[in-house]
């Protein structure tokens, strides 16, 4: 349910990026929103999400053992501390916004600068909603309840169309700005009417300094953590704007489509099997997290393997298929698809990834994947340095891909700690199948670009069913043991 929403919602993006580039195009205008967005975003998942994360297994242990109140009054609690937090950061980026802008964009001069400056101080308004957001979507996802949550991309994706396409041209950016607030108020009206039966807002005193000081001891480490990567984030940022007008557009286009694949498949899972977790480990069955891994590792490898082949060989095909259009010329293509490149290598170890770091949330240890984190950024802010000098803007997208493989090899072996019976060795029989009928179906995709010249969309068409078709019939030869299980999955449902 979760990925058929999330396909949904992605598939939005992909047309709201479209439609910005149809309009909008790439300029100086358009870098100053996508750095403004992207970095205030990223900026409130840095600090939320951690707490959410945290907030999760303390909220999950308190209702297994002690009941619905109890966690309620934890969720009050939360919420009284963290909310006016949030409005205080709020008012310091507003008041700040200048320096900030400099700060991102080392590059820009005059109207530019105030440009970004304005954008930042709008979206500083984000800061309260995504706090109260994450908070309350906690008790959401305790029960199992993933869809609401999963919203408010798509009210941004929905609003931002609207603003493009009927207030872009008497309202430029400002509209677009203005959309991506009420979006988030929206998400926030949601998740309250979602949760109307699950808790209660209390007005008299509460005491619950235990918990929160136990929730700041966790959240702090994946704080800092999370912290390291804005501080990537706005390397790239930094790196973008210094290649060119434009650029940080491109990255910007590129990532939307590393985002689909990455927000449908590997998202959704790492969302389910973390609540689940949470839930196994405060009932003692870790039996169940180790063998639930295993399984998630090996069917997220075979499930993007093909589709990392589809973005290297037709990924120019993907890019002009969704933003070949209007402002959007041959080079915006060629430079994006050279991003998309980058992204699509680091597939496979980022679903790792994003799966790994939860398994060590659920075990409440937050410090693990924090040094992980700093490794892995630290690398990856070296290598787009270094990259982007030699190869431009897709050597930031490949030095991403590189930092993912060097995190997932660590939290590989750090993971044996929770996890004694886990064993990466079982997945390498599977994994080993899959690249060969990788190599195989792109060896044909390679041959069918060549043979078939129709418009773009029916060439993809053509193109990923024969990969799918190619790849899945290697995978059945080979006696792969996920198709098999899959085979009778879906016998048993039918």
């Known amino acids: 349910m979760?990925?058929?929403?999330?396909?949904?919602?992605?598939?939005?993006g992909l047309i709201k990026q479209s439609v910005l580039a149809a309009y909008c195009g790439a300029t100086i205008?358009?870098?100053?929103?996508?750095?403004?967005?992207?970095?205030?975003?990223?900026?409130?998942?840095?600090?939320?999400?951690?707490?959410?994360?945290?907030?999760?297994?303390?909220?999950?242990?308190?209702?297994?053992?002690?009941?619905?109140?109890?966690?309620?009054g934890l969720i009050n609690a939360v919420l009284r501390t963290f909310l006016p937090i949030s409005a205080v950061l709020a008012l310091l980026f507003s008041?700040?916004?200048?320096?900030?802008?400099?700060?991102?964009?080392?590059?820009?001069?005059?109207?530019?600068?105030?440009?970004?400056?304005?954008?930042?101080?709008?979206?500083?308004?984000?800061?309260?909603?995504?706090?109260?957001y994450l908070i309350v979507n906690t008790v959401l996802e305790s029960d199992k309840i993933f869809l609401p949550g999963k919203a408010i991309a798509f009210f941004q994706n929905v609003f931002l169309i609207l603003a493009a396409v009927f207030f872009y041209s008497r309202f430029g950016m400002n509209g677009m700005l203005y959309a991506f607030i009420l979006s988030g108020i929206a998400e926030c009206i949601l998740v309250t009417a979602a949760t109307r039966k699950k808790i209660k807002f209390v007005i008299g005193k509460i005491d619950y300094k235990v918990?929160?000081?136990?929730?700041?001891?966790l959240t702090i480490p994946l704080l800092l953590g999370n912290a390291m990567y804005e501080v990537n984030q706005i390397v790239d940022n930094q790196i973008s704007t210094g290649l060119?007008?434009?650029?940080?557009?491109?990255?910007?286009?590129?990532?939307?489509v590393h985002d689909m694949v990455v927000g449908v498949i590997v998202t959704s899972i790492s969302v389910v099997l973390f609540s689940h977790c949470s839930t196994w480990v405060a009932q003692g069955q870790t039996g169940k997290v180790g063998k639930s891994l295993e399984k998630i590792l090996v069917y997220l490898t075979l499930i993007l393997l093909p589709i990392t082949g589809m973005c290297v060989i037709a990924g120019d095909q993907i890019v002009e298929l969704f933003y070949g259009r209007g402002n959007f010329g041959t080079n915006e293509i060629t430079l994006t698809y050279s991003v998309v490149i980058g992204y699509s290598l680091g597939f496979v170890f980022q679903a790792a990834r994003a799966n790994l770091v939860k398994v060590f949330?659920?075990?409440?240890?937050?410090?693990?994947?924090?040094?992980?984190?700093?490794?892995?950024?630290?690398?990856?802010?070296?290598?787009?340095?270094?990259?982007?000098?030699?190869?431009?803007?897709?050597?930031?997208?490949?030095?991403?891909?590189?930092?993912?493989?060097?995190?997932?090899?660590?939290?590989?072996r750090d993971v044996k700690n929770y996890l004694p019976g886990f064993s990466v060795k079982s997945c390498f029989s599977e994994i080993r199948k899959g690249i060969t009928a990788l190599i195989l179906s792109v060896v044909v995709l390679l041959l069918v670009k060549e043979v078939v010249n129709l418009s773009t969309l029916i060439c993809l068409i053509i193109e990923g069913v024969v990969v799918v078709t190619v790849y899945g019939t290697i995978l059945f030869c080979l006696k792969s043991k996920s198709i098999g299980e899959a085979l009778d999955y879906i016998k048993r449902r039918t």
């Open 2 to 12: 979760v990925s058929l929403f999330t396909v949904l919602i992605k598939f939005l």
């Open 29 to 72: 205008e358009t870098d100053a929103f996508f750095v403004a967005t992207g970095t205030m975003t990223s900026l409130c998942g840095t600090i939320f999400s951690a707490l959410s994360i945290s907030l999760l297994t303390i909220h999950t242990q308190l209702l297994v053992n002690e009941g619905r109140e109890k966690a309620n």
């Open 95 to 132: 008041v700040f916004a200048p320096f900030v802008a400099r700060f991102l964009a080392p590059s820009y001069q005059g109207a530019q600068i105030s440009d970004l400056a304005y954008d930042i101080r709008i979206m500083s308004a984000e800061l309260i909603l995504y706090c109260y």
């Open 211 to 217: 918990e929160v000081k136990k929730l700041l001891e």
């Open 244 to 256: 060119g007008n434009g650029s940080a557009s491109v990255l910007n286009y590129g990532a939307s």
């Open 361 to 412: 949330y659920a075990f409440q240890d937050s410090k693990t994947p924090m040094i992980n984190g700093m490794i892995s950024i630290v690398c990856n802010i070296t290598l787009s340095f270094l990259l982007s000098k030699f190869i431009g803007i897709s050597g930031v997208s490949l030095a991403t891909s590189i930092a993912m493989m060097i995190a997932t090899i660590l939290l590989l």
